[in-house]
Nanobody, 126 residues
C-alpha cells in the first residue's frame, strides 16, 4: 500500500489543523493505521492509532484530548484532527500502515508498521 500525507502547515498556538493520509490499493481497509511525528533532532514518536475497522483507537498521552484519529475506508483515507495546538507539536507528521494484531496491545513502535507515507510538516508558532 502507498501512503500520501497532506494537510500540514503553519498555525498559531491554540489553532487547529486536519491532516489527511490517502492510501492506494484495494486492501486499505485491512490495515490498521497510525500517525507518528518527528521533531528536529528527536526520534520519531507515536501519536495515534486506529484499527482497521475504526472501532479501536489509542493516543499518546501528550495529545490525548486534543487530537482525534479517524478513517473513511470508502475513501481510503485516515485523518488526524489536531486541536489546541502547542509549539511542542511542531514536527513532521507521518502516517503508517500495519497489520500488527492489536489484540496483543496497540502498536506504538516504528518497527511495528510496514508502510510509511512521506510526511507533512506542521509548524505551531507561539
Amino acid at each position: 500500500v502507498q501512503l500520501q500525507a497532506s494537510g500540514g502547515g503553519l498555525v498559531q498556538a491554540g489553532g487547529s489543523l486536519r491532516l489527511s493520509c490517502a492510501a492506494s490499493g484495494r486492501t486499505f481497509s485491512s490495515y490498521s493505521m497510525g500517525w507518528f511525528r518527528q521533531a528536529p533532532g528527536k526520534e520519531r514518536e507515536f501519536v495515534a492509532f486506529i484499527s482497521w475497522s475504526g472501532t479501536s483507537t489509542s493516543y499518546a498521552d501528550s495529545v490525548k484530548g486534543r487530537f482525534t484519529i479517524s478513517r473513511d475506508n470508502a475513501k481510503n483515507t485516515v485523518y488526524l484532527q489536531m486541536n489546541s495546538l502547542k509549539p511542542e507539536d511542531t514536527a513532521v507528521y507521518y502516517c503508517a500502515a500495519t497489520r500488527f494484531p492489536y489484540v496483543l496491545g496497540f502498536p506504538t513502535a516504528v518497527k511495528q508498521y510496514d508502510y510509511w507515507g512521506q510526511g507533512t510538516l506542521v509548524t505551531v508558532s507561539s
